[in-house]
């Protein structure tokens, strides 16, 4: 079992940045790529970002291409996604995921989720 648990996210006006992280711990040696995404009110759940165990590979919806990346911290066992260039619409409940592949993360089955984290975009 793998545990997610993110933080870092909150208020920001249009423009300005947040760094959400999202802390693994249990048997994340079984861990082959971890992702990105967020729920918004009244919509499903869309996947933002992801990448490889080793980091190789690293795939981003293209609402967020260009303004958002995501890296990620082995020693600490931590995901981040440093996102720029903030809009309203960026505004939902953002979660991490861990799973078998990128493949299968792009279109939502994660092995595991944190609880999410609230970020809010003021125009």
């Known amino acids: 079992q793998v545990q997610l648990v993110e933080s870092g996210a909150g208020l920001v006006q249009a423009g300005g940045s947040l760094r959400p992280s999202c802390v693994a711990s249990?048997?994340?040696?079984?861990?082959?790529?971890m992702g990105w995404f967020r729920h918004a009110q009244g919509e499903e759940r869309k996947f933002l970002a992801g990448i490889t165990a080793t980091g190789g590979n690293t795939p981003y919806a293209d609402s967020v291409k260009g303004r958002f990346t995501i890296t990620k911290d082995h020693a600490k066992k931590t995901l981040y996604l440093q996102m720029n260039s903030l809009k309203p619409e960026d505004t939902g409940a953002y979660y991490c995921a861990a799973g078998a592949t990128i493949g299968n993360l792009i279109y939502g089955h994660g092995n595991s989720w944190g609880q999410g984290t609230q970020v809010t975009v003021s125009s």
């Open positions: 249990g048997r994340t040696f079984s861990i082959n790529a």
